[in-house]
């Protein structure tokens, strides 16, 4: 199970787009609709190329931590020198040439072909740790970058929302921050309308006073009883 609920957001986002086809038929036909969606549902359609393998070759899933059962090294793991983890996402063998280069090897018989790497993923991941763990991470990165082999650093919380990439997604106020939750950029406007997180009941008085039309001795007395804050 992963450490945070993803069934739950990606069942949001399905709902989202049913959502959006609702209101593209409305604008079409006048009608409204009923959209649904289920957790579980959401999670299966989600289950990619492992759904794939089953389906197609009768491939059951095993556990092999965040590697990827197709391709090789991809979602592997290694050390630099320096102490820091890095995740090698080398999904072609284009790339896994331009990786040997980058790690001065020689491409041994048994890697020349993505299926290969699969089947000898254990020999191919001691000689790939045997190489980076003597190059610090900027010299790696540097190198990887610089011959477009994909890669991540994997980092902390602290270390992810103190990377530069990062900062244009938080949600700050004077004493408050959070994290966006819906990323998407059109070309036209850049603009934000997300606020900040809120305090209990920020904006309680604000809602029902404007959307709910509730007259302000309503609400003084809701606040009195302690119903709102």
Request: net charge positive; glycine share 6%.
């Amino acid at each position: 199970k992963m450490p945070v609920a993803l069934m739950d957001i990606l069942a949001a986002h399905h709902l989202k787009e049913g959502i959006l086809l609702a209101m593209l038929r409305k604008s079409k036909t006048g009608k409204g609709d009923f959209v649904e969606v289920s957790l579980l549902e959401a999670a299966v359609a989600s289950l990619a190329n492992q759904a794939s393998n089953w389906l197609v070759a009768h491939v059951n899933p095993r556990k092999q931590g965040s590697a990827h059962p197709n391709i090789a090294p991809y979602g592997d793991i290694f050390k630099t020198s320096d102490g820091y983890e890095i995740l090698l996402a080398v999904g072609n063998d284009r790339q896994f040439q331009s990786l040997c280069e980058v790690l001065r090897l020689a491409i041994p018989h048994y890697c020349s072909t993505n299926i290969l790497r699969v089947k000898n993923r254990g020999l191919l991941n001691a000689l790939l740790a045997e190489k980076i763990e003597r190059l610090t991470l900027y010299q790696l990165t540097s190198d990887l970058s610089k011959a477009n082999v994909p890669y991540g650093v994997i980092k902390d919380m602290q270390a992810v929302f103190n990377s530069p990439q990062v900062q244009a997604l938080l949600l700050k106020s004077s004493d408050r921050v959070g994290v966006k939750t819906f990323v998407a950029r059109t070309s036209g406007d850049q603009r934000s309308h997300f606020l900040p997180p809120p305090h209990l009941g920020e904006h309680s008085q604000e809602i029902l006073s404007q959307s709910l039309a509730m007259d302000p001795e309503s609400i003084k007395s809701l606040l009195t009883l302690g119903v709102i804050a």
